[in-house]
Structures are given as C-alpha cells and as structure tokens.
C-alpha cells in the first residue's frame, strides 16, 4: 500500500497570505495526484488532479506541482472559504488518502 | 447536473448486517468506475471499496475485505455496499464517488453508519 504524508497537519494563515501544503508518498505516483478541500458537514471536493490541473471552476489561486514522491498544493492569497481541511491523494496504484492538512485563521 | 444519494445507514449492532445504496444522476452511469470512502467521526478519508464501470474489475480495502461487498445496478443507475459482521471501527459517513481517470470529481453527502450496541 502506497502511503501518503502530509504536512503540516495544521497550518494557521492570516487572509491574505499564502498557504503552502506538502505531501509525500512512499514510493512514486507519477502525476497520479489529487488534492481535494473539506469543509465542515461537507462531502469533499476536488481541487486538482494530475498533480497540477485545476478542476473545474477552481479558482486560479489554487495551484498544485509536483510528480514522483513530493507534491506540493499552493494557495496563494487565502480567502475567507479557504479555510478547511485538504487531502492528497494517489491513484496510482490501488487509492489511498493522506491524513489530511488543516488550514485555519491565524 | 450530477447527483450521488446514498441512503441505508443507521445504527447497528456489532456483527450485524446493513447494505448501503447509492443513487446516481445527470450522467451515463455505466460509463464510470464508483468508489464507496468512509470518513470516521473527527477523522480523515479512507478508500473502502471500488467497481469498475462493468463490474469486471473490484477491489477492497484490508479493513473491509472479506466482509464488504460492492455491486452495481447499471439498469438502475445504483451503487451497493453489502457490509457484514460490522465492527465498532467501520462507524463512520459512508461516500459513494463518481471516478473519472481515477479522481474523484463528484462525491454524495454520505450516508451515517454507527456501529454498536
């Protein structure tokens, strides 16, 4: 089983700022990354794929790079609706999830 | 627009029985794999069980296998979860997901299981 990690497990931004959430997985997943947002009482959401393509009417602040082992997800000028948990996740080999990066108001 | 229902959750005993099902909409519902993900109360997303658009392909979980099956209806649009002999750790908001080239781009709101006595 593939494990993903990612960190920080919270991260605490001011509005405004820029958010940088990490995730890394025990062997490679090629481009074969997702990340999806969480907001309370709410199913998930899919923000990007491929390890970099925005999902449809993502907004262009959300933006997501990197291949093999390290993915990072960017969020560049945090707005109010940001604040949640996100996911990564692979679906290279078989689908499993991270435990997830909280980003809350500082 | 696409819908995902799930419905047939509840409260149940320990080594019980519940079949949860899944409701689809707004799309060719035998052209995609579907994927049930539960989340524990306070926890994160864990992958439970997958099915490919024509039943040809399954998959589970080590948490779940042997005691959970998945099924679909493609006539009736609908995705299943038969879970046997539940445990007090399979409680948790079960999600069907729609895949498409293996991400999940639109999930239902879950359906409440609780596991116990």
Known sequence: EIVMTQSPATLSVSPGERATLSCRASQSVSSNLAWYQQKPGQAPRLLIYGASTRATGIPARFSGSGSGTEFTLTISS????????YYCQQYNNWWTFGQGTKVEIK | EVQLVESGGGLVQPGRSLRL????????????AMHWVR????KGLEWVSGISWNSGSIGYADSVKGRFTI????????????????????????YCAKVTRGKYDYWGQGTLVTVSS
Do not use: H, I, W
């Open chain 2, 21 to 32: 099902s899944c409701a689809a909409s707004g799309f060719t519902f035998d052209d995609y």
């Open chain 1, 78 to 85: 945090l707005q109010s609706e940001d604040f949640a948990v």
């Open chain 2, 71 to 94: 099924s679909r209806d493609n006539a009736k649009n609908s995705l299943y979860l038969q879970m046997n002999s539940l445990r007090a750790e399979d409680t948790a908001l079960y």
């Open chain 2, 39 to 42: 989340q524990a109360p306070g």
